[in-house]
């Protein structure tokens, strides 16, 4: 249990494009889902806390409009990174904490991550 | 501030040659620790949680152990397959949905 996907694993885009990432919970139904940003040879840093059926709460410090996160279904977060520029490129991962036995569990699972590189 | 440190930032064990990586956190109210296991380009895989001081856990040639201000991931006969970054990670604030991660620490098991 507790399978995260996420799509694409690798995107590559040109300067002021927008990318689209998926984030799927495959066996579970997920109100929250979280995005994370890593670096290499960083740690994850919590970018935001996404919400089925409202606004995402965004950390501080990351930009809402240039970052847009969609939780349309308790199955499905999308983060979108829009005008995308070199300094986006990054290794985006995204989280989930399942239901068990009637709760939430405490331990976020993560998806395969998406490798974004702007040109 | 909340704030989670590990060390060493990279170790390289012989196969078979047993070490334990730390994990220091200074969190008011500590309400669970997490160790993961990430592969490169991978997502982290979950390993443990821990709650409280003197809890152990353990999972085939990897023990985890806590005390009031640290966290110990023992790695007993470590293999090749072993090798990757593990992270620790703390909750932050009354939720878990807010976690800090530390930096990791890069393992390398040499046959």
């Known amino acids: 249990g507790a399978v995260v996907s996420q799509h694409p694993s690798r995107v590559i885009c040109k300067s002021g494009t927008s990318v689209k990432i998926e984030c799927r919970s495959l066996d579970f139904q997920a109100t929250t889902m979280f995005w994370y940003r890593q670096f290499p040879k960083k740690s994850l840093m919590l970018m935001a806390t996404?919400?089925?059926?409202?606004?995402?709460?965004?950390e501080q410090g990351v930009e809402k409009d240039k970052f847009l996160i969609n939780h349309a279904s308790l199955t499905l977060s999308t983060l979108t990174v829009t005008s995308a520029h070199p300094e986006d490129s990054s290794f985006y991962i995204c989280?989930?904490?399942?239901?068990?036995?009637?709760?939430?569990?405490?331990?976020?699972?993560f998806g395969p991550g998406t490798r974004l590189t702007v040109l | 501030e909340d704030q989670v440190t590990q060390s060493p930032e990279a170790l390289r064990l012989q196969e078979g040659e047993s070490s334990s990586l730390n994990c220091s956190y200074t969190v008011s109210g500590l309400r669970g620790l997490f160790w993961y296991r990430q592969d490169p380009g991978k997502g982290p895989e979950f390993l443990f949680t821990l709650y409280s001081a003197g809890e152990e856990k353990e999972k085939e040639r990897l023990k985890a152990t806590l005390t009031k201000k640290e966290s110990f991931l023992h790695i007993t006969a470590p293999k090749p397959e072993d090798s990757a970054t593990y992270l620790c990670a703390v909750p932050r604030g009354t939720s878990y949905d807010k976690v800090i991660f530390g930096p990791g620490t890069s393992l390398s098991v040499i046959p």
């Open positions: 989280s989930a904490r399942s239901p068990e036995g009637g709760l939430v569990v405490n331990e976020q699972f």
């Open positions: 996404s919400n089925e059926g409202s606004k995402a709460t965004y």
